[in-house]
């Protein structure tokens, strides 16, 4: 089983922070769950991270202020030797932002919501072999 030391949901909504962190609770993926309503705090958290430490985050891209590409642009300037697992995790069903998200290597998974046991396990299946 994959094992993080830290799981950020960045969602500018907080009632699918609410019920994504109780699903990711359930699946024993880690001790430490954190929401973060917007980008620049999860951005400014992650600093506060050893930098061994292994984070996986769960990204919203439609969010005000600093959304989700945004954020990922920020993440590879600020954060380039992290190694990170970071997961889209949106409402979009544009395929144009499944390609977009392609295109960044620090993306490992692009998630449509609502977040259900089933996606989460497909998506650390990936990281386990």
């Known amino acids: 089983m994959v094992y993080f030391d830290a799981v950020f949901l960045v969602d500018d909504d907080p009632i ?65 030797d ?5 997961v889209i995790l949106s409402s979009s069903i544009d395929f144009q932002d499944r390609q977009k998200a392609d295109e960044y290597a620090i993306v490992s998974g692009f998630l449509e919501k609502p977040l259900t046991l089933d996606k989460i396990h497909s998506q650390l299946e990936k990281y386990s072999q």
């Open 16 to 80: 699918n922070n609410l019920i994504n962190r109780r699903l990711l609770a359930k699946t024993g993926i880690s001790d430490r769950v954190e929401e973060f309503l917007g980008g620049e705090d999860a951005l400014l958290k992650i600093s506060e991270l050893n930098p061994n430490h292994s984070l996986i985050i769960f990204l919203d891209i439609n969010m005000p202020v600093l959304n989700g590409w945004e954020f990922l642009n920020k993440y590879m300037k600020v954060y380039p």
């Open 82 to 86: 992290r190694n990170d697992k970071i």
